[in-house]
Protein backbone atom coordinates (compact mmCIF):
# COMPACT_ATOMS: atom_id res chain seq x y z
CA UNK A 1 0.00 0.00 0.00
CA UNK A 2 3.22 2.17 0.69
CA UNK A 3 4.01 2.18 -3.09
CA UNK A 4 0.73 2.71 -4.38
CA UNK A 5 0.23 5.72 -1.50
CA UNK A 6 3.70 7.12 -2.73
CA UNK A 7 2.48 6.52 -6.66
CA UNK A 8 -0.92 8.20 -5.92
CA UNK A 9 0.89 11.46 -4.50
CA UNK A 10 2.83 11.75 -7.24
CA UNK A 11 0.12 12.67 -9.25
CA UNK A 12 0.20 16.10 -8.01
CA UNK A 13 -0.63 18.86 -6.36
CA UNK A 14 -3.52 19.02 -9.01
CA UNK A 15 -5.27 15.64 -7.55
CA UNK A 16 -4.58 16.57 -4.06
CA UNK A 17 -6.26 19.91 -4.40
CA UNK A 18 -9.16 18.47 -6.99
CA UNK A 19 -11.31 17.66 -3.86
CA UNK A 20 -12.65 14.18 -2.31
CA UNK A 21 -15.28 13.31 -5.51
CA UNK A 22 -11.58 13.71 -8.17
CA UNK A 23 -9.59 11.92 -5.80
CA UNK A 24 -12.44 8.83 -5.41
CA UNK A 25 -12.42 8.43 -9.61
CA UNK A 26 -8.70 8.32 -9.82
CA UNK A 27 -8.49 5.65 -6.56
CA UNK A 28 -11.72 3.84 -8.59
CA UNK A 29 -9.31 3.96 -11.31
CA UNK A 30 -6.68 2.29 -9.46
CA UNK A 31 -8.90 -0.62 -7.93
CA UNK A 32 -9.84 -1.19 -11.70
CA UNK A 33 -6.78 -1.55 -12.62
CA UNK A 34 -6.05 -3.94 -9.38
CA UNK A 35 -2.81 -1.67 -8.36
CA UNK A 36 -5.46 -0.75 -5.05
CA UNK A 37 -7.78 -3.56 -3.15
CA UNK A 38 -10.81 -2.16 -2.83
CA UNK A 39 -10.43 -2.48 1.04
CA UNK A 40 -7.40 -0.31 0.88
CA UNK A 41 -9.43 2.36 -1.18
CA UNK A 42 -10.97 4.09 1.75
CA UNK A 43 -8.09 4.47 3.38
CA UNK A 44 -6.10 5.91 0.49
CA UNK A 45 -9.31 8.59 -0.38
CA UNK A 46 -8.98 9.91 3.38
CA UNK A 47 -5.21 9.78 3.50
CA UNK A 48 -5.41 12.04 0.34
CA UNK A 49 -7.91 14.11 0.78
CA UNK A 50 -6.50 14.68 4.34
CA UNK A 51 -2.94 15.45 2.71
CA UNK A 52 -4.80 17.83 0.02
CA UNK A 53 -6.46 20.01 2.58
CA UNK A 54 -3.35 20.02 4.72
CA UNK A 55 -1.31 21.12 1.55
CA UNK A 56 -4.00 23.87 0.60
CA UNK A 57 -3.81 25.12 4.13
CA UNK A 58 -0.33 25.25 3.68
CA UNK A 59 -0.11 26.95 0.48
CA UNK A 60 -2.66 29.61 1.81
CA UNK A 61 -0.93 30.02 4.89
CA UNK A 62 2.69 30.80 2.49
CA UNK A 63 0.83 32.79 -0.31
CA UNK A 64 -0.79 35.39 2.63
CA UNK A 65 2.89 35.77 4.02
CA UNK A 66 4.02 36.64 0.70
CA UNK A 67 0.97 39.00 -0.06
CA UNK A 68 1.47 40.66 3.23
CA UNK A 69 5.03 41.00 2.87
CA UNK A 70 5.08 42.48 -1.07
CA UNK A 71 2.19 45.05 0.38
CA UNK A 72 5.10 46.00 3.26
CA UNK A 73 7.44 46.22 0.76
CA UNK A 74 5.89 48.39 -1.41
CA UNK A 75 4.72 50.93 1.05
CA UNK A 76 0.96 49.61 0.95
CA UNK A 77 -0.76 50.15 4.02
CA UNK A 78 -2.90 47.29 5.83
CA UNK A 79 -6.80 47.35 6.52
CA UNK A 80 -6.03 48.24 10.24
CA UNK A 81 -3.72 51.18 9.29
CA UNK A 82 -6.16 52.12 6.59
CA UNK A 83 -9.48 52.29 9.52
CA UNK A 84 -6.74 53.89 11.77
CA UNK A 85 -6.53 57.08 9.51
CA UNK A 86 -9.76 56.66 8.90
CA UNK A 87 -10.75 57.05 12.74
CA UNK A 88 -8.09 59.82 12.88
CA UNK A 89 -10.10 61.74 10.13
CA UNK A 90 -13.12 61.45 11.55
CA UNK A 91 -11.86 63.35 14.26
CA UNK A 92 -10.31 66.07 13.13
CA UNK A 93 -13.22 66.61 10.68
CA UNK A 94 -15.86 66.09 14.16
CA UNK A 95 -13.14 68.74 15.49
CA UNK A 96 -12.88 71.20 12.79
CA UNK A 97 -17.22 70.96 12.56
CA UNK A 98 -17.10 71.82 16.14
CA UNK A 99 -15.04 74.70 15.93
CA UNK A 100 -16.62 76.82 12.86
Known sequence: MRDTLGRALSLGLGL?????????KTIEELVRKGEVSRAESKDLVDDLVKRG????????????????AVMKEGGMATREEVAR????????????????
Open 85 to 100: LEQRIEELERKLNTEH
Open 16 to 24: AMAGKEQVE
Open 53 to 68: DELKDQIESATRERVQ
